[in-house]
């Protein structure tokens, strides 16, 4: 069809010189000239790829006509509202007025209603008791010839008054519509054979390409738009938490050690070594290696001492030690393991010995300056304040439903620096949910074996309607900081937060497994807005 009407359109030029007025056009199986709107649309496809090959120019001319609504149509075929209520009336003196109850149920309630007024406007019923009747004989229904006339013409000879009183009835719409006057163009030609839009092996090999016609290359057209990367909704929520901690003066802590052994993990921390955290029903162990190298040898004395033994103030758990537990290798149950081994390092100067913490964070890639961000300047005893996070994957062995996976992201601080307490606990909490969002906060006492006093923190979920606990806090015990060297008046804040949680309030998802998983709609990934706290 498209080739054809091309073929048409050059053949009417080839013959007259022009084409005046593409209305007159009679399209390929057509008997009527192409004066409908439906008609000029297919007209124009047909120049438009004409002109890409500069074989004709044409100009666009607008027109306004009016199309029938499903209520116009529906006049324009079984006659108006008030002539099919005047054909509905028995004529006056002849038989019982009709009902208005009985009026609706002869030509329907609408019609009824709209045509009575209209009726008795244009004098063609009156009413007589409690009913209707004829006024005259005959009428002229005007409305439905204008439909008609409309329909075969998209105008009216009555003028615009007569169409804005129908368009104000809702009877007819206006369309604008466009026809076309068209010239020859420079590459005129009464063939339609396609020109070539590429350059072939064939041709190059059989010398076509030396008399082919080629189309003209486009440089202003769009290219595919490429498919680009999305980042996902945990990333976009991990960088804005990460900037909040860089913006309080935080430290990034290095983190890429999933795999750690037991004593890193859970006897550094003060967890016994009988803690059913420790069993194979919670935690991952490694078959092969299965067990860690040796952490250092003094360190590891004074933990297994004060586990077993006691110190420090604490009389321990009195429970026999075992090296094998504790060289076990596991998948990290938490970021805790890693701040433990910074703040080993971090307390390394109040050990007498040298202080490889600033390196240790510098290789992690946090913003480094001359003075490592997050650590202040070291006392008489060597001790320094530190302020330091973390933001990454940990593993347990849980049962998976709407809130919990066996692999999940956890947001870790930790805070030391001389009496600290834990109201300032609870109000840098306050603090860092509020730049996150989040305010309607609860905490409930809890218990921990390496924090006390300890905390759970609870958020409001809107969609779930229910608090939701996102995190953990508490104060490291001094049977975990004094073996690593810290003095006495030293106090460390340390909490954990999950990732995913936050991410589900933020963005309304109830099910953590519709976050992250086989179930997660890349769509919606490529979709997700940019979150903001």
Not at 212 to 226: C, L, S, V
Not at 370 to 398: C, M, Q
Not at 416 to 437: S, Y
Request: aromatic residues 8%.
């Amino acid at each position: 069809m498209a080739e054809a009407i091309q073929q048409l359109v050059l053949d009417t030029l080839d013959k007259d010189g022009e084409i005046k007025d593409t209305r007159t056009l009679v399209l390929p199986g057509y008997k009527e000239p192409a004066a409908t709107h439906d008609s000029q649309i297919i007209i124009l496809g047909a120049l438009n790829s004409l002109s890409s090959r500069e074989m004709i120019t044409y100009t666009t001319h607008e027109t306004v006509s009016h199309v029938l609504t499903q209520e116009g149509a529906q006049i324009a075929l079984q006659g108006s509202h008030e002539a099919r209520v005047w054909a509905a009336c028995p004529k006056k003196g002849d038989g019982a007025p009709i009902t208005p109850k009985e009026l609706q149920e002869k030509v329907g309630a609408e019609t009824a209603k709209i045509g009575q007024g209209q009726a008795f406007k244009n004098k063609w019923i009156g009413k007589e008791g409690d009913g209707f009747v004829k006024l005259v004989d005959s009428v002229t229904d005007t409305t439905q010839l204008q439909m008609r006339e409309v329909d075969s013409t998209g105008i009216l000879k009555a003028g615009e008054k007569a169409l804005a009183e129908l368009r104000k009835r809702k009877l007819i719409a206006q369309r604008k519509g466009q026809w076309f006057s068209v010239k020859k163009g420079p590459n005129f030609s009464t063939s339609t054979a396609k020109p070539e839009t590429d350059l072939t092996v064939d041709m190059l090999t059989s010398g076509s390409w030396r008399t082919a016609t080629y189309k003209k290359y486009n440089f202003e057209a769009d290219g595919i738009p490429p498919n680009g990367g999305a980042l996902h909704p945990l990333l976009k929520v991990r960088e804005e938490i990460r900037n909040i901690f860089l913006e309080m003066g935080f430290a990034e802590m290095p983190t890429s050690s999933f795999v750690e052994s037991g004593f890193w993990c859970f006897d550094a921390l003060f967890v016994p070594q009988q803690h059913p955290a420790r069993e194979v029903q919670d935690t991952f162990y490694l078959s092969d290696p299965a067990q860690s190298l040796p952490p250092p040898k003094d360190y590891y004395e004074r933990v297994s001492k004060v586990h077993e033994h006691g110190g420090y103030g604490s009389t321990g758990y009195r429970a026999p030690w075992s090296h094998e537990e504790s060289r076990k290798l596991l998948l990290r149950t938490h970021t805790t393991a890693s701040s433990a081994s910074m703040l080993y390092k971090l307390a390394a100067r109040c050990r007498g010995e040298d202080d490889d913490s600033d390196e240790a964070v510098k290789r992690e890639g946090a913003h480094a300056t001359a003075t490592v961000p997050g650590t202040g300047k070291a006392g008489p005893d060597g001790f320094r304040p530190a302020k330091l996070f973390s933001i990454d994957r940990v593993f347990r062995n849980e049962t998976m439903d709407a809130t919990h996976l066996a692999e999940f992201h956890q947001v870790e601080g930790v805070v030391a620096d001389r009496g600290l307490t834990l109201a300032d606990l609870i109000g840098f909490m306050r603090v860092f949910f509020k730049k996150m969002g989040i305010e309607n906060l609860r905490f409930k006492p809890a218990y921990n074996p390496y924090t006390e006093p300890s905390l759970e923190i609870f958020a409001f979920h809107p969609q779930l309607k229910k608090w939701v606990e996102v995190g953990n806090s508490g104060m490291f015990r001094p049977e975990m900081l004094e073996p690593m060297g810290f003095p006495k008046d030293v106090h460390v804040h340390g909490w954990g937060i999950s990732l995913e949680r936050p991410t589900m309030i933020r963005y309304g998802i109830n099910n953590i497994r519709t976050l992250v998983g086989h179930k997660v709609s890349l769509e919606s990934v490529e979709k997700s807005p940019a979150v903001r706290f």
